[in-house]
């Protein structure tokens, strides 16, 4: 810490984002933090600060704090790359507390302002298919799977929709689709293997045991996002 803050010293508001960059890199959260703040005490339009520090807050569990600062991110700042991934952990943190419509409405939000939409659409469609709101739902995912075809998970959560809406020769080719891309230890094959042999059923329960599951993983997930980029 201390050669930390010799460094960003001698520097203003982006000394101390590097300063909190390199500290966060380093698994040093609370160092991470504090430089942080104290690069948004210099300068509190600094979106890139804002932005780092809701992200060492998740990782840290303080999601209350990472909300407001995500949220800041998502409504203030002029960077459409940071304000697409501030609505894009807001969804994520909506979708771990439960509360779905608004996760919804966040990820519709990212969307529209990331450079590459697929991911918002997505993890929207798997929400969507949580309301039984499958039609929507299907809809996303196709979006989705249209910018990225190599996406497991979309076609995962396409094919359960589809099995909710009865279309057997949907799921079926979504399923195919699924089990090509996917490796061999997805925890989701063995499921998709069964659902080949199954009748269509409209069971929403099942589409929510495979969406808590992949809701427990998001606090992950948000730590995650774009460490290896910023």
């Known amino acids: 810490m201390r050669r930390i803050r010799k460094i960003a010293s001698s520097g203003g508001a982006e000394a101390h984002l590097r300063a909190g960059l390199a500290a966060y890199r ?7 933090i504090e430089e942080f703040t104290i690069a948004l005490g210099l300068d509190p339009g600094l979106a890139s600060a804002r932005y780092q520090r809701g992200m060492a807050y998740a990782r840290s569990g303080d999601l ?3 909300i407001e600062d995500f949220r800041w991110v998502a409504e203030q700042s002029v960077e459409l790359r940071l304000v697409g991934d501030a609505w894009y952990n807001l ?3 909506a979708e771990r507390s439960g509360d779905l419509e608004a996760a919804v ?4 939000r990212a969307a ?3 450079p590459k939409p697929e991911r918002a659409l997505c993890n929207r469609g798997a929400v969507l298919c949580r309301l039984e709101r499958f039609e929507e739902a299907v809809r996303n995912l196709s979006e989705a799977i249209a910018l990225d075809p190599s996406d ?3 076609y995962w959560n396409r094919a359960l929709a589809n099995h909710a809406l009865r279309r057997p020769d949907a799921v079926k080719e979504d399923v195919g689709h699924f089990l090509r891309l996917a490796p061999a230890d997805h925890p989701y094959r063995a499921r998709a293997e069964r659902l080949l042999g199954t009748e269509p059923r409209a069971r ?5 045991r495979a969406a808590a599951k992949e809701a427990g993983r998001l606090i992950t997930r948000i730590v995650q996002l774009n460490n290896e980029e910023r």
């Open 26 to 32: 380093a698994g040093s959260l609370e160092a991470a």
């Open 64 to 66: 209350a704090r990472a």
């Open 91 to 93: 969804g994520l943190a």
């Open 105 to 108: 409405d966040y990820y519709e």
């Open 112 to 114: 529209k302002h990331a």
């Open 152 to 154: 497991a998970l979309a």
């Open 204 to 208: 929403a329960a099942t589409l929510d």
